[in-house]
Nanobody
Framework: QLVESGGGLVQPGGSLRLSCAAS????????IGWFRQAPGKEREGVSC????????MYADSVKGRFTISRDNAKNTVALQMNSLQHEDTAVYYC????????????????????????WGQGTQVTVSS
């Protein structure tokens, strides 16, 4: 099971830190992705991180504002979101491909939701004044 937390209501320019926690399996071996879906829009990739943490990818829309990190000891992946904008309002999901251990967080795959098979329930982020 993947469980996201940390969402909420924040003013433009504010910050939130999302967390993705796994239970029932270890995240150590897997690349993890963060995605978001706004009302009426398709799910889009936000960021991903490799199993070792050495490789990270970001959507152009969040580069320089969002930072992904992981703590394998705690079995969690975090998404620090700074300088939040109205356009960041969405439900945020973390996801993993667990059938086999393989690099997902690579160019052409890491921010594609179709590359992931196991999803959390999502956490709502609302940016509003």
């Amino acid at each position: 099971q993947l469980v996201e937390s940390g969402g909420g209501l924040v003013q433009p320019g504010g910050s939130l830190r999302l967390s993705c926690a796994a239970s029932g399996f270890s995240l150590d071996y897997y690349d993890i992705g963060w995605f978001r879906q706004a009302p009426g829009k398709e799910r889009e990739g936000v960021s991903c991180i490799s199993s070792s943490g050495g490789r990270r990818m970001y959507a152009d829309s969040v580069k320089g504002r969002f930072t992904i990190s992981r703590d394998n000891a705690k079995n969690t992946v975090a998404l620090q979101m700074n300088s939040l904008q109205h356009e960041d309002t969405a439900v945020y999901y973390c996801a993993v491909f667990i059938t086999t251990v393989q690099p997902i967080c690579v160019s052409g795959r890491g921010l594609d939701p179709d590359e992931y098979e196991f999803w959390g329930q999502g956490t709502q982020v609302t940016v509003s004044s």
